[in-house]
C-alpha cells in the first residue's frame, strides 16, 4: 500500500505514475482530493478551536484568581471541547476513507520502468543460451509426456477435473529432483534460508501480500460460516496459497528486525493453487497453466538502499537454475502495463520451449519496495535508531518447477522420443541419464 503522507504530498506525481500503468486515476482514487481536502478543514479548525479553547481556560483562571464568576467562560470552554471532538472525529474518519481508497491503488512504477500498454512493450534486457537446431519435427510437451508415459491429463481430468495433472514413474522423480537441485543451489551456494511454511493462510496474511482485496475471484478459499467480506481481514479464516510469497512474506508480520538481520533470504517449495479465473480459453493444452503447481519460491528483506541491488541478484539467482539446466532463456523488463499490483519493478525470465517456438514466463522476480511492507506491519529497527523503518520486500520464483519440467521435455527430446536428463539433474535422479518411452 502507498503511503498515505506521500500520496497527499504528490497527488499529480501519483496521478501520473497511475496513468503509465495504464489506470484511470479518477477511477483508483475517487475522492481522494475532496476527502483530504475535507480532512484538512476539520483539522484546521479543530487547531483554531484549541487555540480559542486556551485563551478561555486563561481567562477562567484569570476570573477565579480575581474572585469573579467564571461560569459562562467555562461553559463555553466546554462546549469547545466537544466540538473539537467532533472535528477531529470526523479528520479520523476521512484518514479512514482515504486509507481504504489506497488500499486498491496499485504500486509506482520506479523510474527505469518503461512505460508501456501491454507484453508487447516489455523490453528484453538479455538473452543466454543456444537454441538448439533439431533435425526432426519437435513435439509439445503434452505430446512427448504422454508418450513416455509420465503426464497424464486424462486421469487428472476424472479425479480433480480441468487443469490438473498426474506425473507418473520418471515424471514425477524429475519433478522432485529439479525441486531439490534448486533448494540445495539456492542454500548452498545463495545463501537462502530453508523454510517450509504452511499451504493454508488466512485473509491477514493475503492482505498483507496484497493479493486482497483485489485479487479474491484468483483464489481457493475454504468455505466457513463468515465468508470473506471485502475490508475484514481475519486470521481464522483458511485460503489455498497462491504461491509461497504468501506465507514467508508473512512470518514476519507485525514483527521489528534487527539491522543486522539483514538482509534476510528465504527459499520454500510448496504446491502453489489458482483459479485462474480470468484464464479461461488460455494454455488449455498441457500444463502451462494449472490450478495446482509446484514451485520453489525465493523472498527477500532488505534495507531500502539495498532493495534494487538485491533484486538484481535475486534475479541471478533464479536465472542460474536456468542455466545449470542448458536451458535458453531471455531476461525481460515489465512495462508499466504489465507489472502486477504491488509491484514496482519487474523481471520476467522467459524460457525457450522448442516445441511450442516461443518463449514462456518461468520466473517473475519483482522489487516491491515498502508496499507490502506497510500492508503486512514489517518494520526493522536501523542501527544506531530508535525509530523503526519499513523493509522492503522482494520476491521471485527460483523456479516454477512445472514449467521447468516441461522445457527439459522439450529442449532434450530426442528424435527415438527418449528424453535426456540435464547433467546437473542426474545426481538427482540416482544417475538415470534419460526417459525412454514405456514398453508396450
Known sequence: MLDLAFVRANLELVEGKLRDRGQDPAVLLGDFRALDQNRRERITEAEQLKARRNKLSEEV???????????????????????????????????????????????????????????????????????????????????????????????????????????????????????????????????????LPPFMVNSKSLFGTGQLPKFAEDLFRCEDEEGFKPGVYRDNDHWLIPTAEVPVTNLYRDEILDDA???????????????????????????????????????????????????????????????????????????????????????????????QQLYREISSCSNFLDFQARRANIRYRPAGQNKTALVHTLNGSGLATGRTWLAILENYQQADGSVRIPEALIPYMGGQTEIRPKSK
Not at 467555562?74 to 467532533?86: C, D, G, P, V, W
Not at 522423480?173 to 542454500?187: C, P
Not at 523488463?333 to 522448442?354: H, I, N, Q, R
Open 61 to 195: 483562571a484569570r476570573l477565579k484568581k480575581s474572585g469573579q464568576d467564571a461560569t459562562a467562560v467555562m461553559e463555553e470552554t466546554r462546549a469547545l471541547k466537544s466540538q473539537i471532538e467532533e472535528f477531529a472525529a470526523a479528520a479520523e474518519e476521512a484518514d479512514r476513507n482515504l486509507s481504504a481508497i489506497l488500499v486498491n491503488v496499485p504500486n509506482l512504477p520506479l523510474a527505469d520502468v518503461p512505460i508501456g500498454k501491454s507484453e508487447h512493450d516489455n523490453v528484453e534486457i538479455k538473452r543466454w543460451g543456444e537454441v538448439r537446431q533439431f533435425d526432426f519435427a519437435t513435439k509439445p510437451h503434452w505430446e512427448i509426456g504422454e508418450q513416455l508415459g509420465i503426464l497424464d491429463l486424462e486421469r487428472a481430468a476424472k479425479v480433480s477435473g480441468a487443469r490438473f495433472a498426474v506425473y507418473w514413474r520418471e515424471g514425477a522423480k524429475l519433478e522432485r529432483a529439479l525441486i531439490n537441485l534448486m533448494l540445495d543451489v539456492h542454500t548452498r551456494e545463495h545463501g537462502y534460508t530453508e523454510v
Open 261 to 355: 538481520q539483514l538482509t534476510t533470504s528465504l527459499t520454500a517449495y510448496t504446491p502453489c493453487f489458482r483459479s485462474e479465473a480470468g484464464s479461461y480459453g488460455k494454455d488449455v493444452r498441457g500444463i502451462i497453466r494449472q490450478h495446482q503447481f509446484q514451485k520453489v519460491e525465493l523472498v527477500k528483506f532488505t534495507r531500502p538502499e539495498e532493495s534494487e541491488a538485491e533484486h538484481e541478484k535475486l534475479t541471478r539467482n533464479a536465472e542460474s537454475i536456468l542455466e545449470r539446466l542448458g536451458l535458453p532463456y531471455r531476461r525481460m523488463l515489465l512495462c508499466t502495463g504489465d507489472m502486477g499490483f504491488t509491484s514496482a519493478k519487474t523481471y520476467d525470465l522467459e524460457v525457450w520451449l522448442p516445441g
